[in-house]
């Protein structure tokens, strides 16, 4: 039969959740290469909001968690083809149809990278979800076969957790969603300037003439750059495909959420078998000490309903 | 970060058929097959050699000589069909090159084609940047042409596509003609052309004719009284 | 009816789970419910009057199996003369209202609200010296100079007695003052031994009981099971930022702890959300 019983309201449980969500925050940086282009970004983000609904179906329910970004920046990297001018062919009295050679503007193909600050361009991403309770037993790995459970309370590894064996009540992600990032068509204006900006640094030493002249070939740069490399899209939708697919960022936000609140964050954590009384340290009268009283505690449950949830467990009869 | 643009031979604005720079080119048109030894001069000084083997079917029927690539001794043997076009240019360096080519065999100064003295049938290209007035001197004649470069029209959007290669005419006897052309557009001479041309830019476009779409100069004018 | 209806956390232990728990209390820390001379603890426990069931884990560690206590004094000799003898409380029981685990003697009468009964045995032993001794013994003068200890006589035996004992009581309400940690605030109603003739002699040692009960037993046994709920609770408080309080008895909430359906039931709040 149960002999403990304990409930936590939705109330607590929301505060929990509020707790956790103010002191969350996911920073990662990576880069990689897609065909040509090498992109790489560098975030930094907080949750604010959402909330926390306890059901009947025993799971308790995530909705509306928005993510903050403070840091999202995306840096893109590419060769763009030589800018050339001759070329072309044409016939030639006496001597027959002739190709010309070109010459190029650049001294090489011209390699472009430019940084993006993509915080204030990214709509809104949010994150819901699912949760259930469970109760597992935490039985630390390097404790020894001999060591009995007087000992393992009181001996503690390097990162100052006991020895002892502990019932831990988690609540288990069943799913996590988000919206995909989403970037504004801003994105592609801000490509566009900062590929502009480029080619004018770099055209920078030129007369006027000669900048126009280079520019009109290369038309629009962005449309240069797209055709170039291939991209189908816009900018603001390929950067959006790039992020969400190729880099899977909210994938890693939500795997490090999901092991954040599940794994380390228990909500509740109790050593087996659970102390009463504290022991007594050697006195003259008393030279041995008086051990602790601890009573064993069997068949923890965690369950969860509309109001409240509630975890069970049995007093064990012996040690 | 890597993007430097070759100054010099986007500045060029005076070209020499004897003495080659990038921007221009010479034809040549060998006839018969056999091997031909062809060296390259610098400041009329044989500075390299090359080979060149006309007539194997498999070659093609027109060949591109970089005299650049010979001078940093990358290439010295080529082939083309025969009858076949020999095309010289320099894809980099300022310094003004010239060729020859003699059949081997033949005695040493028995040149067939020498660049700064070009027979009746070789051609020379040149490509101009620069917005303005050219003047084209051809050796032998009095008479200077005049090539107006115009600059491309600058639509926001659209890229600027240079015009294709164009035979440039020889004008009448008398008055040089202002031929207009696109700007990047290259120009080919033939025909009489003398043993040597050269083309200069006199009078570069000002800055606000460059400018937009068929932008004139304002006009002042006189209308005699009623 | 949700268990929270009237706290935000709530916290229940049941009168078997607590049985097994004084199961073990008695089984840990026997040297609570044993006293003896040293004479009898150390070199004669077999004389003790109930066997004691002991833990491994106190034999490992080498605790006591009772508290040591001074020698009864033979009065006015008690310079010079003390005798052996020990108290055991075992088999301690606890039933809440409505009862069900143990009937209560008449006297104190059926289990009602609020309320939790104890029941246990007493046993006492003495060691009475023998007749040889006795005869052997000098008798101290007045003007003699008492020893520095009185002299304790070994015996080979101790004469017995146990008694049923019965405890009442209640936990009072939680204050504003209290924590989590002083929730459980024991208080006797009643004590009754039962059927002892004369009465005079039952009076004079249930007051000696009670005694011991209230000041030792009680809250040293309320503050064991006072543990089993906080110490499930200790992480929302330690490491999620929640300020766990005794919510405070009134309104729908008249008892605080409370006892009631076989069980202890202890009514928490979280600080920043009461309502």
Redesign the interface.
Known sequence: MTHVRVAVSEAGIQQVFRNFVENFTFSRSDSNDFGRIEVGYELALRLTGGSIDLSDDGTVKLKELDILWDKLEGSIGFDIPAVCVGGGCVDIPFVGPICLPRWCIFEADPDIAIDLDLAPLVGRSEISGEFAPEVRNFRHPQRPATMDYIEAQTTKDQDGETFADKWRVHLDPRFLDADPIDFADRVADLIDEALNAFVDVALGGLPGWARDLIKGIIGNISDFVRNALDIVDDFDEWLSDIFNFSFGILDLVLDFFASKFADENHILQFENPLQIMEPVAPTAEVPSGLIPVKVPIKDPEATINTNEMIVTATVGASL | ???????A???QNQFDSGALT??C?V?H?IQEPGLYQGEVLSDSRVADRFSVQAGPKEAG??V?I?LAAIRRMQRESFQVQAPG?V?F?V?RGTEGLAVRLRRAGTRAEDFEFDSRELGE?D?F?T?L???GTYEVEMQGRRERQHVQVR??A?G???????P????IRQPGQQGGSISEVG??Q?L?F??NTGARVKVRLTQ??Q?TQ??GVEQRAGKIGWRKPQ | MAFTNRSEIYGAVHEEGINFLLRHVMRQRPSLFTYATTYVAEKRPELLCQRVEVSEMVRKYNNPVASITEPLPVVPIDKYLALNFCLQVTDLEIDFHPGGVFDLPSEPGDLPEQRFALRGQACAGLGCPPQAFLDEFTPPTEDQDPPREPLVPDVDELICFCLQLFVMGHFESVTVNDTLETMLKPRLDGIELVDMEPRGLENSIECYIRVLVQVVLLPRLSQAIGRVVPSILKRLDDELGLTLVPAPASGSLSHNPAIAEDQLQLFINIEEVSG
């Open positions: 970060m890597r993007a430097k643009v070759d100054r031979t986007t500045l990038p921007l080119t034809i048109r029927s027109q591109n970089d076009a095309v240019f894809s049938n051609a290209t490509t940047l620069q917005p600059a491309a600058r926001e959007q659209q890229r600027y596509v240079p294709a290669p164009i035979l700007q990047a290259t080919v033939q025909e570069p476009a800055e460059v400018r």
